[in-house]
């Protein structure tokens, strides 16, 4: 099995920086993809950002300029750098990660981590 911890949440000012970091452990031969996504109450999921195993990364527009994600592929972490943050960033952030499991006879894995509550306010 795969599991994803996420850490670094909590509450800022308008304007401030936080950093959400994600652990992948388990089983795991490779990660082909980490995203964040993004959640607040009556609202679907939104993807805020995704990077690839290659390094190639899209951003929602909405955080496009102020967030960074960025990954370890050697110790399957991601990182979501967040600056200038705004009220809207406030929601229940949610990390992601598909790959593939060491076992070749059992299908990749797409698993969700526990989620971590960003609030911004003054």
């Known amino acids: 099995q795969v599991q994803l911890v996420e850490s670094g949440g909590g509450l800022v000012q308008p304007g401030g920086s936080l950093r959400l970091s994600c652990a992948a452990s388990g089983n795991i031969f490779s990660i082909d993809a980490m995203r964040w996504y993004r959640q607040v109450p009556g609202k679907e999921r939104e993807l805020v950002a995704a990077?690839?195993?290659?390094?190639?990364?899209n951003y929602a527009d909405s955080v496009k300029g102020r967030f960074t994600i960025s990954r370890d592929n050697a110790k399957n972490t991601a990182s979501l750098q967040m600056n200038s943050l705004k009220f809207e960033d406030t929601a229940v952030y949610y990390c992601n990660a598909r790959g593939r499991v060491n076992d070749p006879g059992l299908p990749p894995f797409d698993v969700w981590g526990q989620g971590t509550q960003v609030t911004v306010s003054s």
């Open positions: 990077i690839i195993r290659g390094g190639n990364r």
